[in-house]
């Protein structure tokens, strides 16, 4: 199992890493969940992004904002799926 | 005092209850024994550990539907750690009062409130970690500590 998390973490972190600069975003596993019907990993994974779009609400903005994003890897080690994330949900 | 959130309480609980637990419960899914152990000794005794109603309450929902012996075992530990820690409460207005209110919800923004009194707050969720970080607040971050050892 611990085997199995590492290396469904490092499929997941290569995969955002042509979408992110990995090293200096914070990335981190949130969840993971074996999904036995449909035999895939369902992964949360998280990282920072400047923030560019600041609430006019808000007094103190972050300069940066966590974002929350939903994979699906099958057994393979294939990402078959990226989606966005609620970390609420 | 320390303030435990409500995703390290889950931890805490489960870890208490049989560190076994931990792996298998889809709330702590990627943690292991060894972050419940370290928790515990980041904590040290138990009557330096504050919480809030919100807390338990959140925990208590998203925990309470163990069946048969294991929820005997539940009560037993929840009992234990609310004899032992101590609680804060503070009203729901003060969290509105928090522009991390739109971001991270009541109990969040209240922990924000009151933990920059706090020695650290224990957390295990990234973004709360982040506010907290921003506000000048040091934090136990569990999600990293786990992060840190893939």
Known sequence: MESSIKEVYKVAKEELSHLIDIENSDYRLEQIEFNKQEQVWLVVISYLIPNNNKSPLLIQSLPFERIYKKLKINEAMEVTGLYMFNEAG | ?150
């Open chain 2, 1 to 150: 005092m320390i303030l435990i959130d409500t995703n390290a309480l889950i931890i805490l609980v489960l870890g208490l209850m049989d560190p076994r637990q931990i792996k298998n419960h889809k709330r702590t899914s990627i943690y292991e024994e060894k972050d419940f152990y370290e928790l515990v000794n980041a904590i040290g005794t138990f009557d330096r550990l504050m919480t809030l109603p919100n807390v338990w309450t959140e925990t208590d929902n998203l925990l309470n539907n163990f069946k048969n012996s294991h929820k005997y075992n539940y009560y037993l530990v929840v009992k234990k750690l609310v004899s032992e820690t101590s609680e804060k409460y503070l009203s729901t207005s003060r969290a509105l009062l928090n522009d991390s209110f739109l971001e991270l919800g009541i109990t969040d923004s209240l922990i924000l409130e009151i933990g920059e009194d706090c020695e650290f707050i224990i957390t295990s969720d990234s973004k709360l970690s982040d506010y907290a970080i921003a506000n000048g607040i040091k934090v136990y971050d569990v999600v990293k500590m786990r992060n840190s050892r893939f």
